[in-house]
């Protein structure tokens, strides 16, 4: 019997950045030396103090039901750190705590879209903002952004804005290019939104991880007026190395806010009570927190640093300097040979001749490119930099 999977779910995508880490590990575990470039999460560990503080939350039996909306101990260490790392000024009642950035986004988009309406996307994209459009019976408007290096302007969403239109999705610092979208020109496009009457969500998952002279920005310092339209979408997932304890948070409106809260109380009901707990505890210990979060910081510029500049000299491959993130994408378009027609020809070549697995750009709405993540450590970069520079140098000058 074939299962009659709902129509909903049927339409969904699996995600191509799961599915290459899959190949990965499948390949890894028939004893082949891999090298993976695909991994989205930090390759560090979450701080000691942290996972401290998590056991410190078991040991006081924080250990039941909290509100929907998280503990309320969370929520004003969400709102209180807020205001003293930004200068923003948000109530506990625009706070709500999420399993992680992707229940946030989840939470904010079927809160407010229905079916029909315009969603617009900046692309390329985060491969999870198309499918919870889809899944709530709304189009997904996709904006071009190569003609600005992948940066979204206010010019480009006042182009794309129609009455159909009801939220655009914007992701800064931005997964897969690395780009950041500077405050001002976020600013503005803020307001093209608010003017128009359309819905902004911005997902600042890799908020802190930004590589001066690029700035961190949030857009929960903007003023009333303009955040009346702002759902942001956080996660302690990248920057505190904190992947697998599944918490974030979104800061919206408190109507939309309540919207999120009734829906999260008919699904996950919150994130886990002790992780909350952890949360807002290390919140409240800013100095420390940011100290974890400048440490890691400081090993991903390094990686960078030397990364762009190897992966340039390599035969075909094109590679702008990420100002944010922690992902290089190569544009590989020029790549030289009759067999690599697409960029996932490229990503498969250099899985099966270099055993080295990078996420292909299509999936993000950007076919020519490949994603390669830096989360990972110095000498597995450079045996995949030397690894593919025999390849390319080597082989594609034949083929
Ligand atoms: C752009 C972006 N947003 C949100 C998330 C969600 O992260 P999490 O649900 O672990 O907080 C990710 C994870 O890869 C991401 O890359």
Redesign the pocket.
Same mark, same amino acid.
């Given at each position: 019997m074939t299962f009659p999977v709902s129509e909903n779910v049927a339409k969904m995508h699996t995600s191509s950045t799961l599915k290459a880490g899959q190949i990965a590990a499948d390949l890894r575990e028939r004893g082949f030396d891999i090298i993976d470039l695909t991994v989205?999460e930090p390759d560090f560990t979450t701080p000691e103090f942290i996972k401290d503080l998590a056991i410190e939350g078991l040991h006081k039996n924080i250990t039941k039901y909290t509100p929907s909306a998280g503990l309320k101990s969370f929520t004003e260490a969400v709102a209180h750190f807020y205001a003293e790392q930004f200068g923003a000024n948000i109530s506990t009642k625009e706070v709500a705590a999420s399993c992680?950035? %992707?229940?946030a986004?989840f939470n904010a988009v079927c809160t407010l879209v229905n079916r029909g309406d315009d969603v617009l996307i900046p692309k390329p994209y985060?491969v999870?903002f198309p499918e919870i459009v889809n899944f709530c019976g709304a189009n997904s408007v996709f904006i071009e952004t190569e003609k600005t290096d992948f940066i979204l302007t206010a010019e480009q969403v006042r182009e794309a804005i129609t009455d159909q239109t009801k939220l655009l999705i914007v992701?800064s610092p931005n997964?897969p290019t690395g780009a950041v979208i500077a405050s001002d020109e976020m600013r503005k496009i803020i307001e093209v939104c608010a003017e128009k009457g359309v819905y902004v969500l911005t997902?600042e998952?890799?908020l802190f991880f930004v590589y001066p002279p690029s700035e961190v920005f949030t857009s929960a310092v903007l003023p009333e007026d303009l955040r009346k339209f702002v759902c942001v979408?956080g996660?302690f997932? %990248?920057t505190y190395a904190m992947?697998g304890w599944?918490i974030?948070y979104t800061i919206a409106p408190e109507e939309w806010t309540n919207a999120i809260v009734k829906l999260q109380s008919h699904s996950a009901t919150h994130p886990t009570s002790f992780v909350q707990y952890a949360c807002a505890r290390a919140m409240e210990r800013r100095a420390e927190s940011m100290a974890a979060v400048s440490e890691m910081l400081a090993e991903y510029k390094k990686r960078r640093d030397w990364l762009i500049p190897e992966l340039r000299k390599i035969n075909g491959f094109r590679c702008a300097m990420p100002e944010g993130a922690f992902y290089a994408f190569v544009d590989v378009r020029e790549m030289p040979g009759e067999k690599f027609k697409v960029s996932a020809d490229v990503a498969d070549y250099l899985l099966n001749e270099a055993h080295t697995v990078v996420t292909d750009g299509a999936g993000f709405g950007a076919n020519g490119f490949l994603r390669l993540s830096y989360a990972t450590s110095m000498e597995n970069l450079e045996k995949a930099v030397e690894r593919m520079r025999n390849l390319f140098e080597s082989k594609t000058r034949t083929v």
């Open positions: 989205g992680g950035g %992707k229940q986004l985060w999870t992701n997964n997902d998952c890799y979408a996660s997932s %990248k992947t599944r974030g």
